[in-house]
């Protein structure tokens, strides 16, 4: 994996865009193609990784064309696309899914491996930034950009490698960690898997693959070798539980110890769920002393699109990455809790037609809690329409008061001018690509 050349197709995935820079750091020459411009794009044009968003052979640097040329894909990427069909075609060079290189690339140390439906991202990167701050050598692939380090992946050194387990298509079946945890499992990716059974099969085969130790959310009907929960007794609990504006105050019981008054700068009851999934399978690692970890908590530094609160004219703003019906729920249970009373808004964009016709009574359920409704169109991403299926149809069952379509060129008005006390703008796809976020003061 040194002094070779490759082209990654779909280089502005999150989870190819990490592995874009692992390959650069180690010297080896990086391009790749993407539609769209986004924010992991730009960290990577930084970082002096070449990158197109045209359909043309020709963008391709000729020096890079040889045979000895490594192809990374995306799943997301059709085979008619232009790229992945020539080298198909010319049947020289190594092609790979992304997937199959994460799987290579966690070989070479100690695996701590995040699945679940919900909350990998958060979780990998709590645990990330643990490693950090305490200076374990760790490297960690995130789907997501963290704050204070402006990337979704960190290289101290090759102790442990820190990743999401991604059941879409199948993915986390390509890896083989040495500890992993499962933070929950509901129905998603139907497109994939058609139905929830044959979704906690593959998670049931993952837990298999995991050589160690697994720490399973105390709910979910896998073996396992431990369980968490903020509800229910478990071998990992947190209890105790108090919600301050700044963080949450709780305690936190181990198999072999009891902390009390463990602060942490997070907000919302799924957040903590993810700290005390992180902490779980942290504290199965013998080379870590958990108890020198946990001051740590109170220094978070979060992720961008993860509950990121911000302040205008005295209205707070929420921006964050839901786009099932549990997360929604999830940020407007947060905000029922920690801004009591006030009224509330929502901006979402749909993330993809078969999920949206999936859970269309489940959006509209959760959406309608809101007391003003703002839907974009839906985000297709590697989909294609899918009829009946719209954001139209989703609107019709919203009960809200107010309710409309509207589009991304109009979410900075909305912001502004509504009289909404808590505004949340929610999505997976590019819905802030509009959002002018240098109108919020940071709180």
């Known amino acids: 994996?040194?002094?070779?050349?490759?082209?990654?197709?779909?280089?502005?995935?999150?989870?190819?865009?990490?592995?874009?820079?692992?390959?650069?750091?180690?010297?080896?020459?990086?391009?790749?193609?993407?539609?769209?411009?986004?924010?992991?794009?730009?960290?990577?044009?930084?970082k002096g990784i070449g990158v197109t968003n045209k359909l043309n052979l020709d963008e391709i640097p000729k020096d890079m064309m040889g045979d000895d040329l490594e192809i990374i894909y995306t799943p997301a990427i059709k085979p008619d696309n232009i790229y992945l069909d020539y080298f198909i075609s010319k049947g020289k060079n190594k092609i790979s899914k992304r997937s199959e290189i994460l799987g290579e690339i966690t070989k070479t140390s100690k695996c701590i491996a995040v699945a679940g439906t919900h909350g990998k991202t958060t979780t990998a990167a709590i645990i990330s930034d643990l490693f950090y701050s305490y200076g374990i050598k760790f490297k960690a692939f995130v789907g997501g950009i963290m704050k204070g380090y402006n990337s979704n992946y960190i290289n101290t050194g090759d102790d442990f490698?820190?990743?999401?387990?991604?059941?879409?298509?199948?993915?986390?079946?390509?890896?083989?960690?040495?500890?992993?945890?499962?933070?929950?499992?509901?129905?998603?990716?139907?497109?994939?898997?058609?139905?929830?059974?044959?979704?906690?099969?593959?998670?049931?085969?993952?837990?298999?693959r995991v050589k160690s130790s697994l720490v399973v959310e105390e709910e979910i009907n896998i073996k396992k070798d431990y369980t968490f929960s903020i509800k229910n007794d478990a071998d990992y609990k947190a209890s105790n539980i108090t919600t301050k504006n700044e963080g949450i105050i709780f305690d936190f019981k181990t198999p072999d110890s009891y902390f009390t008054n463990?602060?942490?700068?997070?907000?919302?009851?799924?957040?903590?769920?993810?700290?005390?999934?992180?902490?779980?399978?942290?504290?199965?690692?013998?080379?870590?002393?958990?108890?020198?970890?946990?001051?740590?908590?109170?220094?978070?530094?979060?992720?961008?699109?993860?509950?990121?609160?911000?302040?205008?004219?005295?209205?707070?703003?929420?921006?964050?990455?839901?786009?099932?019906?549990?997360?929604?729920?999830?940020?407007?249970?947060?905000?029922?809790?920690?801004?009591?009373?006030?009224?509330?808004?929502?901006?979402?964009?749909?993330?993809?037609?078969?999920?949206?016709?999936?859970?269309?009574?489940?959006?509209?359920?959760?959406?309608?809690?809101?007391d003003e409704v703002y839907l974009l169109d839906i985000y297709p991403a590697r989909e294609e329409p899918i009829d009946g299926v719209n954001s139209q149809v989703l609107l019709e069952k919203i009960s809200s008061a107010k309710k409309e379509i509207i589009s991304k060129e109009s979410?900075?008005?909305?912001?502004?001018?509504?009289?909404?006390?808590?505004?949340?703008?929610?999505?997976?796809?590019?819905?802030?690509?509009?959002?002018?976020?240098?109108?919020?003061?940071n709180e």
């Open 262 to 370: 463990v602060f942490v700068k997070i907000i919302g009851m799924h957040n903590l769920k993810n700290v005390l999934s992180a902490l779980s399978i942290i504290d199965q690692i013998k080379e870590i002393e958990i108890s020198e970890l946990l001051p740590l908590l109170s220094n978070l530094k979060g992720i961008e699109r993860r509950m990121e609160v911000y302040t205008i004219n005295e209205k707070i703003i929420i921006d964050d990455y839901a786009h099932h019906p549990t997360e929604i729920e999830s940020v407007f249970d947060t905000i029922n809790n920690n801004y009591k009373n006030k009224s509330t808004a929502v901006i979402f964009q749909p993330h993809l037609f078969s999920r949206t016709r999936d859970f269309m009574e489940d959006f509209a359920i959760v959406l309608s809690k809101f």
């Open 161 to 208: 490698v820190i990743v999401e387990a991604d059941e879409y298509d199948r993915s986390f079946l390509e890896l083989s960690p040495d500890y992993a945890v499962i933070t929950s499992i509901e129905s998603d990716h139907l497109d994939v898997y058609g139905d929830f059974e044959s979704l906690n099969k593959s998670f049931e085969l993952f837990s298999k």
């Open 1 to 46: 994996m040194i002094n070779k050349r490759y082209f990654f197709i779909g280089i502005g995935g999150i989870g190819m865009s990490s592995i874009a820079q692992f390959f650069h750091d180690k010297g080896n020459i990086v391009f790749g193609y993407d539609q769209n411009n986004n924010r992991a794009i730009e960290i990577l044009i930084n």
């Open 411 to 441: 979410i900075n008005d909305i912001v502004i001018n509504s009289n909404t006390e808590v505004i949340s703008i929610l999505g997976a796809g590019n819905i802030t690509e509009n959002l002018n976020k240098k109108i919020f003061a």
